[in-house]
Antibody, heavy 121, light 109 residues
Framework: QLQLQESGPGLVKPSETLSLTCSVS??????????WGWIRQPPGKGLEWIGSIYYSGNTYYNASLKSRVTISLDTSKNQFSLRLSSVTAADTAIYYC?????????????WGQGALVTVSS | QSVLTQPPSVSAAPGQKVTISCSGN????????VSWYQQLPGTAPKLLIYENNKRPSGIPDRFSGSKSGTSATLGITGLQTGDEADYYC??????????FGGGTKLTVL
């Protein structure tokens, strides 16, 4: 049974960098079958895709966030991570990690429970 | 402003049928598969429909999907109070990017 779990600080100061890690169990992020992604949801609002990564390190990013986002893999720990720089209050959201059904163009079939990150001084 | 357009809310009585629409354009829905997600209150989204009309294992056949041109529709029959949730459509856009609708809140009266 594939499981994903987000972890990281719940509070980040404005202008600093948000860092989250997604730990994957029950499957390998080194599999050539799947892309792995990050999605966020501001309180009371809809879903926004942030970006996704392949086992080879190939990445796709949301153009509106691309200048501030880095997604990376740590295959030794079976984890992938999100870094979002120069955060503002608008980046306050629940951040989800998820697995694509196959390629980045396919839907997200397994999701983590989400991690609330608040940007505030 | 979401790339895909959904009605903010729909409602129906228990046992009835409801449909939720999702409208896009040729760069997204028109040339790609559509998926639907159910988000129960306080939980993560769950994949409900993929490739326009396929259901993952464990999803009851009360849930169905269809697509025509640049629009897609989610149908739910035999409504139950447990179906009260937010529903999101999603697809790939040629930008390239994953895009979602703004979400539709389903109320079972």
């Amino acid at each position: 049974q594939l499981q994903l779990q987000e972890s990281g600080p719940g509070l980040v100061k404005p202008s600093e960098t948000l860092s989250l890690t997604c730990s994957v169990s029950g499957g390998s992020i080194s599999s050539s079958f799947y892309y792995w992604g990050w999605i966020r949801q501001p309180p009371g609002k809809g879903l926004e895709w942030i970006g996704s990564i392949y086992y080879s390190g190939n990445t796709y990013y949301n153009a509106s966030l691309k200048s501030r986002v880095t997604i990376s893999l740590d295959t030794s720990k079976n984890q992938f991570s999100l870094r979002l720089s120069s955060v503002t209050a608008a980046d306050t959201a629940i951040y989800y990690c998820a697995r694509h059904l196959r390629l980045v163009s396919t839907p997200l079939d397994h999701w983590g429970q989400g991690a609330l990150v608040t940007v505030s001084s | 402003q979401s790339v895909l357009t959904q009605p903010p809310s729909v409602s129906a009585a228990p046992g009835q049928k409801v449909t939720i629409s999702c409208s896009g354009n040729t760069s997204n829905i028109g040339n790609n598969f559509v998926s639907w997600y159910q988000q129960l209150p306080g939980t993560a989204p769950k994949l409900l429909i993929y490739e326009n009309n396929k259901r993952p294992s464990g999803i009851p056949d009360r849930f169905s999907g269809s697509k025509s041109g640049t629009s897609a529709t989610l149908g739910i029959t035999g409504l139950q109070t447990g179906d009260e949730a937010d529903y999101y459509c999603g697809t790939w856009d040629s930008s390239p990017t994953v895009v979602f609708g703004g979400g539709t809140k389903l109320t079972v009266l």
